[in-house]
């Protein structure tokens, strides 16, 4: 089946500072590459949608100067988040949709998901 | 504007019995919906995805049906054991987009 990885899968960073995660389609092109955002005990949240090539569509109330996607090649996405403060810290997945091997165009396939906290 | 509900929020049931997850959502026109599991802490695992214009799916012990018209899926496991013990989530893509509109999902607990 088709398979997302995320990288890394734990990171923790100072306020003020970078993080990049990366998120990959391993046997398939991903047109479409999704970010979402979760709090513990909350549902996930689209953050901001990509696709190859394309400035990234980003959900109402999502910074995309602190937030930002890069969809660079049909297998890699990255998210930067940009000068990070406590609040920052969440749980990160990314899911990527493409037809051919992966099957329906219409499904997605998830990431494991990067845990960020920021001291 | 696509909504879905998770019934219940949580759910605690001794080990052996058969139980069902409720998903209802507001819209019908959707492409097709999901049922995800979640352990804490981990990413997403899909369990099932329904086509439009499926009835049902099976995969194991889990058995998921649609109903479009009344806007609801049911989530069914067989025989729970405690390694189900997870948040179930389920998922409409309503359209071209392919974006998922998500449940709050349902905190399941199988007790041994």
């Known amino acids: 089946g088709a398979v997302v990885s995320q990288h890394p899968s734990w990171v923790i960073c100072k306020s003020g500072t970078s993080v990049k995660i990366e998120c990959r389609s391993l046997?398939?092109?991903?047109?479409?590459m999704f970010w979402y955002r979760q709090f513990p005990k909350q549902s996930l949240m689209l953050m901001a949608t990509s696709n190859e090539g394309s400035k990234a569509t980003y959900e109402q109330g999502v910074e995309k100067d602190k937030f930002l996607i890069n969809h660079a090649s049909l297998t890699l996405s990255t998210l930067t988040v940009t000068s990070a403060h406590p609040e920052d810290s969440s749980f990160y997945i990314c899911?990527?949709?493409?037809?051919?091997?992966?099957?329906?165009?219409?499904?997605?396939?998830f990431g494991p998901g990067t845990r960020l906290t920021v001291t | 504007k696509q909504e879905v509900t998770q019934i219940p929020a949580a759910l605690s049931v001794p080990e052996g019995e058969n139980l069902v997850l409720n998903c209802s959502f507001t819209d019908s026109a959707i492409y097709n919906l999901q049922w995800f599991r979640q352990d804490p802490g981990k990413g997403l695992t899909s369990l099932l995805l329904i086509q439009s214009s499926q009835r049902e799916q099976t995969s194991g012990r889990l058995n998921a049906s649609l109903d479009k018209s009344s806007g609801r899926s049911t989530l069914y496991i067989a025989a729970s054991q405690p390694g189900d013990s997870a948040t179930y989530l389920c998922a409409v893509t309503p359209d071209s987009n392919y974006q998922l509109i998500w449940g709050a999902g349902t905190k399941l607990i199988i007790k041994p």
């Open positions: 046997d398939f092109q991903a047109t479409t």
């Open positions: 899911s990527a949709r493409g037809g051919g091997l992966a099957g329906s165009s219409y499904e997605q396939y």
